[in-house]
C-alpha cells in the first residue's frame, strides 16, 4: 500500500476512513455515506481541513486544547524526552524525573492540601481509578460497606465501565451492562430544563439537598462519596444556581462524604482559575484531570488526592495502576504545558480579558429570537435553543433536532460548536483573542439566522 498522507484526495481518505476506521459516538453506517472532515493541521484557535477551510474551533478540540494548537515547545520537550527517556513505568519502586516534576507541580498548583497525584492516560481512567480509591479508603478505615458513589443524572466522567457508570448518560448505560453495582444518581442543577416555576436559587438548594436525602436513604454506612463536575460540560455546559455548591460542601461535610471534584475540563484555567473548585467554592478530596493538563498534546490524566485520603491509602498496596500512569513523554509536556499556561498569565487571560470580553458579546446572543438563555463561566458557555423564550419551551421535534441543524449551519460558516440536545454549547482555547473573539460571536449569529431561517421553513418553530 502506498503511503497515505494529507496530499491525497479528500474522498480517497475518507473511503480509507470508512473502510476501516470505527469512530467515536458515531453512527459509522451513516457517517461513512456522508465522509468524516480530515484535519489536517491547525495553528491557535484555527483548523484547517483536507479542502483548505480555515474553521475556528469553538470547542478546543474536545475541550482540551487550552493553550491553542502549535505551540512548537511542546514537540520539543517530547522529542527530547522521547531521546533521554521514552518509556519507563512507576510500579516496582522505580521513578522518573517527569513524574516528580509533574506530580510536585500539580501539588503546588492545586487548592488546599491536594498534595498527591494518581496518574491515568485519560479521564475515563482517572475516575476509574478513584472509584477504587474511594471504595479502598474506607476498607482500610474499617468501613467497608461505605462503597455507594453518588452521582449525578447527565454528568459526563468518561466512557469506560466504571467512569460510564458514574456517568448520568443513560443512552450510554444502554449499552455494555452500565452501570456498576453501588453507583447512585440525582438529578441535575439545570434549572432552565427542570427548575419550573421555582427560583434558580430555590431549585440550586432543593437539588442541593437531593444529595442529603440520598444519603439518608441508602444510609450514612453505605455512602463513599460524591462526584460531580464543577461545571458539566458535556451535559450541556450547566452552569449550577449560586445556591448549590455551598450546600452541597455543607452536606459532604456533615456526613463525612468524600467529595470527588471532575475537574477534566474545568480545570487548568477553563473557568478563569486554576480549577472550577475555586471558581464555585468547594474543598474537594480529590480532583479528576485531564484534557488541559497537557492541553491535549498527549494524553495524560490523573486523580489529585488530599493529604488525609494520601495517608490512608498509603498505608497498603493499592492494587491498581496502568502501564501509561506517569507516562514520561506525557508527563514532560503535561508540564511545558502548564509553565507555559503560568508564565504567559493564561487563566489572568480568560479572567482578565478574553472571558469578561466574551461574556458581554455571549449573553447578547440571548436577544436572538431562537435563543432562551446565553450563559458562560471563563470560557465555557452555552445557549439554549428554544420556540418560546418565556416558558423556556422545548422543541416539538425529537430533542436535538434543531441544535444538529445549527450545528451544521456553524460547520457551514468554519465554526466549530458542538450541540447537547437543542443546546448549543462552546469551549474555545484559553489564548483565544478578542478579535478571534468577534469572529467566533459573528460566526454563531450568522448560523443562528441561518438556522431560524431553515426552521421557519420546515415548519420546525
Ligand atoms: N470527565 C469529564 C468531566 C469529561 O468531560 C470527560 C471527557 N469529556 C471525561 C471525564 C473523560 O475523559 P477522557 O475522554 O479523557 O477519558
Same mark, same amino acid.
Given at each position: ?43 491557535g484557535v ?20 487550552n493553550i491553542g ?30 513524574? @516528580? =516534576? ?36 474506607? =476498607? ?11 452521582? /449525578? ?27 456498576? &453495582? ?32 440520598? @444519603? ?14 464543577? @461545571? ?7 452552569? &449550577? ?103 504567559e498569565?493564561v487563566?489572568?487571560h480568560v479572567?482578565?480579558?478574553a ?9 447578547? #446572543?440571548?436577544?436572538?429570537? #431562537? ?7 471563563? #470560557? ?28 451544521? /449551519? ?18 474555545p482555547p484559553l489564548v483565544i483573542s ?28
Open positions: 500500500m502506498s503511503a497515505i498522507t494529507n496530499h491525497m484526495p479528500t474522498a480517497e481518505l475518507q473511503a480509507l476512513d470508512a473502510a476501516h476506521h470505527m469512530h467515536p459516538f458515531t453512527t459509522n453506517k451513516e457517517l461513512a455515506e456522508k465522509g468524516a472532515r480530515i484535519i489536517t493541521r491547525a495553528q484555527t483548523l484547517t481541513d483536507s479542502e483548505g477551510n480555515q474553521i475556528l474551533d469553538a470547542m478546543a478540540g474536545l475541550w482540551c486544547v494548537y502549535g505551540r512548537p515547545e511542546l514537540a520539543e520537550v517530547a522529542s527530547r524526552q522521547m531521546r533521554e527517556l521514552p518509556f519507563y513505568n512507576t510500579f516496582f519502586q522505580t521513578t522518573h524525573v517527569p513524574a @516528580i =516534576a509533574l506530580s510536585s507541580k500539580l501539588a503546588e498548583l492545586a487548592p488546599g492540601d491536594l498534595n498527591h497525584v494518581f496518574f491515568a492516560g485519560s479521564g475515563s481512567e482517572a475516575n476509574d481509578t478513584n472509584i477504587r480509591m474511594v471504595r479502598t479508603y474506607w =476498607a482500610l478505615k474499617g468501613k467497608p460497606s461505605k462503597s455507594i458513589i453518588i452521582s /449525578r443524572k447527565n454528568a459526563y466522567h468518561g466512557s469506560s465501565v466504571g467512569s460510564g457508570s458514574l456517568g448520568g448518560m443513560t443512552y450510554m448505560h444502554e449499552q455494555g451492562g452500565l452501570p456498576i &453495582p453501588d453507583v447512585h444518581h440525582i438529578n441535575q442543577p439545570h434549572w432552565w430544563a427542570e427548575g419550573g416555576e421555582m427560583s434558580p436559587e430555590d431549585f440550586g438548594l432543593a437539588r442541593a439537598q437531593e444529595l442529603e436525602q440520598a @444519603i439518608l436513604d441508602l444510609g450514612e454506612d453505605r455512602v463513599a462519596a460524591f462526584i460531580a463536575e464543577p @461545571i458539566q460540560g458535556a451535559g450541556g455546559v450547566i452552569i &449550577p444556581p449560586a445556591t448549590y455548591w455551598p450546600e452541597i460542601q455543607r452536606i459532604c461535610d456533615k456526613y463525612e462524604i468524600l467529595l470527588i471534584a471532575d475537574e477534566v475540563i474545568c480545570g487548568f484555567g477553563r473557568t478563569g482559575n486554576w480549577f472550577g473548585s475555586i471558581t464555585v467554592g468547594i474543598r474537594p478530596d480529590i480532583m479528576t484531570i485531564a484534557k488541559g493538563l497537557s492541553s491535549g498534546y498527549q494524553p495524560i490524566g490523573g486523580s489529585i488526592v488530599s493529604d488525609e485520603v494520601a495517608a490512608v491509602m498509603d498505608s497498603a498496596e493499592f492494587n491498581h495502576g496502568y502501564t501509561y500512569s506517569g507516562h514520561p513523554v506525557a508527563a514532560a509536556v503535561a508540564l511545558e504545558n502548564l509553565r507555559i499556561i503560568e508564565e498569565n487563566i489572568g479572567r482578565d480579558v472571558g469578561p470580553y466574551m461574556k458581554k458579546k455571549w449573553e447578547a #446572543l440571548a436577544d436572538h429570537p #431562537l435563543v432562551g438563555e446565553a450563559r458562560i463561566v471563563g #470560557l465555557m458557555g452555552s445557549i439554549a435553543l428554544t420556540p418560546h423564550k418565556d416558558s423556556r419551551a422545548k422543541f416539538a421535534s425529537e430533542a436535538g433536532t434543531v441544535g444538529f441543524i445549527c450545528r451544521e /449551519r456553524c460547520f457551514a460558516n468554519n465554526l466549530v460548536m458542538r450541540h447537547v440536545g437543542d443546546r448549543m454549547i462552546i469551549s478578542t478579535e478571534e473573539i468577534d469572529t467566533l460571536v459573528e460566526r454563531a449569529t450568522k448560523a443562528l439566522d441561518e438556522c431560524y431561517a431553515e426552521l421557519k421553513k420546515r415548519d420546525l418553530l
